[in-house]
T-cell receptor
Framework: NAGVTQTPKFQVLKTGQSMTLQCAQD?????MSWYRQDPGMGLRLIHY???????DQGEVPNGYNVSRSTTEDFPLRLLSAAPSQTSVYFC????????????FGPGTRLTVL | AQSVTQLDSQVPVFEEAPVELRCNYS??????LFWYVQYPNQGLQLLLK??????LVKGINGFEAEFNKSQTSFHLRKPSVHISDTAEYFC????????????FGKGTMLLVSP
């Protein structure tokens, strides 16, 4: 198993540009989520999904869109990037129950100029 | 809603010394508690979790944590640290619903020096 994979590893955008961060998992996990990590802020939940076709907002959803058309993939879209979205983004997945281990991807480091 | 407070942003310690990383949580309902570790330039991985039963939980790499309901704490301990334990450690909490989300603390950077 490759686990949770994320692409790209690094990305530099200009303000106003759009892009999609890719996340895929090969563990047949129903639950997937996106976090952003900022210095001194820990991890904050952006969006999550409990299965294909079902998504919901987390703590900091503004400026981000998600969709879940398959169990394996959960892309995160930035429609118009802003410098405040400079961060490290982590995707995670787990079998649905919260008691199960949540597996994290290696992260995408995004800089918005 | 739940919240987590990690009282120390950095903890410097010498190799082979004991360490305790502190975590307090706030919640109006019963919770599950987790500790995750993040090595430099990597994603997070689970160290240990408290779901129920014994309040002393043992995890990977010699770490353990104790759940104290009266003090709403879940401190992480290791009796003797190694250089390789240098990493950022995150405490996290969730309620007990199946689809619950994790709420993370701000992290504690453990710096182990020789």
């Amino acid at each position: 198993n490759a686990g949770v994979t994320q692409t790209p590893k690094f990305q530099v955008l200009k303000t106003g540009q759009s892009m999609t961060l890719q996340c895929a998992q090969d563990m047949n996990h129903e639950y997937m989520s996106w976090y952003r990590q900022d210095p001194g802020m820990g991890l904050r939940l952006i969006h999550y999904s409990v299965g294909a076709g079902i998504t919901d907002q987390g703590e900091v959803p503004n400026g981000y869109n998600v969709s879940r058309s398959t169990t394996e993939d959960f892309p995160l879209r930035l429609l118009s990037a802003a410098p405040s979205q400079t961060s490290v983004y982590f995707c995670a997945s787990r079998v649905t129950p919260i008691t199960d281990t949540q597996y994290f991807g290696p992260g995408t480091r995004l800089t918005v100029l | 809603a739940q919240s987590v407070t990690q009282l120390d942003s950095q903890v410097p310690v010498f190799e082979e010394a004991p360490v305790e990383l502190r975590c307090n949580y706030s919640s109006s309902v019963s919770v599950y508690l987790f500790w995750y570790v993040q090595y430099p330039n990597q994603g997070l991985q689970l160290l240990l979790k408290y779901l129920s039963g014994s309040t002393l939980v043992k995890g990977i790499n010699g770490f353990e944590a104790e759940f104290n309901k009266s003090q709403t704490s879940f401190h992480l301990r290791k009796p003797s640290v190694h250089i390789s334990d240098t990493a950022e450690y995150f405490c996290a909490v969730s309620d007990k619903r199946g689809y619950s989300t994790l709420t993370f603390g701000k992290g504690t950077m453990l710096l182990v020096s020789p």
